[in-house]
């Protein structure tokens, strides 16, 4: 236990301190520290923030940004899937398809920008891009590549199907020149191996001299969807005939002198808008390249992109918070829609709104020249009545749905999967003795899933940089206002005390013993003062008048007299007045 002398002389000490401290210059600084904090925090700190984000961002030469635009210093993920049809000879009868999935296989994608022109006036740069794909056998195991696979002929059943679509004038033309230079025509399904079919290549024979032969293998090179090989074959393939090659010529925005155009596409291959659907708005080119976003987006923005190999964009949607390495992120999610029941998608219907894609897809015939459907991959989140059509599909959204977890404020994407599944739109050729009975259905082929995630390298520069100045601002903001609120509340409370005088009026004896609380008797007022050393002293008794008078006897005539009223005569207050 203390001992009672200590404890007063603690009690002592404690208010000599209080004594000494400035109670009003504490409040004042508490008070400018509090609104120093929040005019920091709320608009210098944002305000250089923007700044430093911006100059990071904008693709001018020399920047770490444009470094990175140009060439992106690490591969994309690319996984391939495919779709083994097990009952080919059913589906030849109208029967229901079945499938099997095979896959992935692992690719390395290289994105490449070359012949990069600036143009400041517009504040543009144009480039050439170039994708390349390169297969990694490693994590493809136990795949190789050389597993055969059955699908639906793309030259065979694509071509067929858009001329009895669009030209079927021109059908029994096609149809002699296909029998011939598949030498016969026997189904509408091709058996080959899986690398053949994704970027070998698969030789068409055009040997033939005639005339329907010649003009079916020369709309099918005009068309881009063979590449010459030697004098008499040309050559098919899923990705061969773009790997390595351009991918067209972009000019996109800066960023320099708006940063919210940053990476916006202008124009494509000297096109400012395509020239595919009924309707400008779907003609038109929205978004990005995907590769990067503008800064600064809301929850209520969407990350839009426009891609070539779809003629079109997509917009994805805010889906909530989420989190990735430990850093909180704003988590994205695309949905295909439903063109028939949007009346501003009908441009992408070929007759609204009766015939236009089922919910969840998307028609790429106008873009591919063939009769393909876009969609989630399974059909998931589509029509199910798509799914109901053939058997072996197991749609979940783990492994089947697009997402990108995104900084909003730096507009950073940091994981992200593109997934789009390729169907074949299958309908009877009419009138074909081997074609005539196929079903109508719509047959998966393949499924790409295009995705990066930034590994702790990058996320270590997005944490130092960004977040860790964020979270400095976050703790300047909230000590400041705590301790500038309760320093100047508590300040100027005690300030307040000190300098307020307490005043306490009670009754006293009279200076003859008298009580004061009789009528007329003297009242003594005693008032606390505060003394030089921050004491009080008590102030001396006042008696009044009467009193003086009543209980001396020796006063002064002039005295005695103050309790009397004095006479005055009309003359002596004139002359007094």
């Given at each position: 236990m203390n001992h009672p002398a200590?404890?007063?002389?603690?009690?002592?000490?404690?208010?000599?301190?209080?004594?000494?401290?400035?109670?009003?210059?504490?409040?004042?600084?508490?008070?400018?520290?509090?609104?120093?904090?929040?005019?920091?925090?709320?608009?210098?700190?944002?305000?250089?923030?923007?700044?430093?984000?911006?100059?990071?961002?904008?693709?001018?030469?020399?920047?770490?940004?444009?470094?990175?635009?140009?060439?992106?210093?690490?591969?994309?993920?690319?996984?391939?899937?495919?779709?083994?049809v097990t009952n080919p000879d059913v589906v030849m009868k109208g029967g229901k398809p079945r499938v099997r999935e095979i896959g992935p296989y692992f690719f390395e994608e290289w994105k490449e920008k070359y012949d990069t022109v600036d143009n400041e006036e517009d504040d543009t740069l144009t480039f050439t891009l170039k994708n390349t794909w390169i297969f990694r056998p490693d994590l493809s195991k136990p795949l190789t590549g050389d597993e055969m696979i059955t699908i639906p002929?793309?030259?065979?059943?694509?071509?067929?199907?858009?001329?009895?679509?669009?030209?079927?004038?021109?059908?029994?033309?096609?149809?002699?020149?296909?029998?011939?230079?598949?030498?016969?025509?026997?189904t509408g399904f091709l058996t080959t191996r899986v690398m053949d079919l994704l970027f070998d290549g698969i030789l068409i024979d055009c040997s033939s001299h005639e005339f329907s032969a010649k003009a079916l293998c020369s709309g099918l090179e005009s068309e881009g969807a063979v590449m010459p090989f030697n004098e008499t074959h040309f050559k098919f393939s899923m990705f061969g005939l773009k790997n390595g090659t351009d991918a067209g010529r972009w000019v996109v925005y800066r960023g320099v002198k708006n940063i919210m155009d940053l990476g916006r596409v202008v124009s494509f291959n000297d096109e400012t808008e395509m020239d595919i659907y009924d309707g400008d708005e779907c003609n038109r080119y929205i978004g990005t390249d995907s590769t990067i976003f503008p800064p600064f987006l809301t929850t209520k923005d969407k990350l839009w992109a426009w891609s070539p190999e779809i003629c079109r964009s997509i917009g994805a949607e805010y889906g909530g918070k989420s989190k990735y390495a430990g850093l909180p992120m704003s988590f994205f999610k695309l949905d295909f829609g439903d063109a028939r029941n949007e009346p501003e998608h009908h441009c992408f219907c070929r007759d609204p709104p009766d015939i236009c894609p089922p919910k969840g897809t998307i028609d790429l015939a106008p873009c591919l020249g063939a009769p393909i459907i876009g969609s989630k991959p399974h059909f998931y989140d589509s029509d199910p009545k798509l799914l109901a059509a053939v058997d072996g599909l197991t749609p979940n959204e783990k492994d089947h749905d697009v997402y990108i977890h995104f900084q909003l404020l730096s507009g950073t994407p940091v994981s992200a999967a593109k997934r789009l599944m390729f169907s074949m739109e299958i309908e009877p050729i009419r009138d074909h003795a081997v074609l005539?009975?196929?079903?109508?259905?719509?047959?998966?082929?393949?499924?790409?899933?295009?995705?990066?995630?930034?590994n702790k390298t990058w996320t270590n520069q997005l944490k130092y940089t960004l977040f860790l100045g964020l979270r400095f601002n976050t703790a300047v903001k909230w000590l400041t206002i705590i301790i500038g609120t309760i320093g100047t509340i508590v300040g100027g409370f005690m300030h307040y005390k000190r300098t307020t005088k307490m005043v306490n009026v009670?009754?006293?004896?009279?200076?003859?013993?008298?009580?004061?609380?009789?009528?007329?008797?003297?009242?003594?007022?005693?008032?606390?003062?505060?003394?030089?050393?921050?004491?009080?002293?008590?102030?001396?008794?006042?008696?009044?008048?009467?009193?003086?008078?009543?209980?001396?006897?020796?006063?002064?005539?002039?005295?005695?007299?103050?309790?009397?009223?004095?006479?005055?005569?009309?003359?002596?207050?004139?002359?007094?007045?």
């Open positions: 200590l404890s007063v002389i603690k009690k002592k000490v404690t208010k000599m301190k209080l004594e000494n401290v400035n109670f009003r210059k504490m409040a004042i600084i508490c008070a400018c520290t509090l609104v120093g904090g929040m005019v920091f925090s709320f608009g210098m700190f944002p305000a250089m923030l923007k700044y430093m984000i911006k100059q990071n961002l904008m693709l001018k030469p020399g920047t770490q940004m444009r470094g990175m635009f140009e060439k992106i210093p690490f591969p994309l993920d690319f996984k391939l899937y495919l779709f083994h002929h793309p030259l065979i059943l694509g071509a067929l199907l858009m001329v009895q679509r669009d030209r079927e004038a021109m059908m029994p033309l096609v149809s002699k020149g296909m029998d011939i230079i598949m030498n016969p025509l026997t005539g009975n196929l079903p109508t259905v719509i047959l998966p082929l393949f499924w790409a899933e295009e995705g990066a995630s930034l009670t009754p006293v004896q009279s200076v003859n013993g008298s009580s004061a609380k009789g009528k007329g008797a003297g009242m003594t007022v005693v008032g606390h003062q505060p003394d030089s050393k921050g004491g009080s002293v008590t102030a001396p008794v006042i008696p009044s008048a009467k009193d003086l008078l009543q209980n001396s006897r020796n006063l002064p005539t002039v005295i005695e007299g103050l309790d009397k009223p004095q006479k005055v005569t009309v003359t002596e207050m004139q002359e007094r007045y």
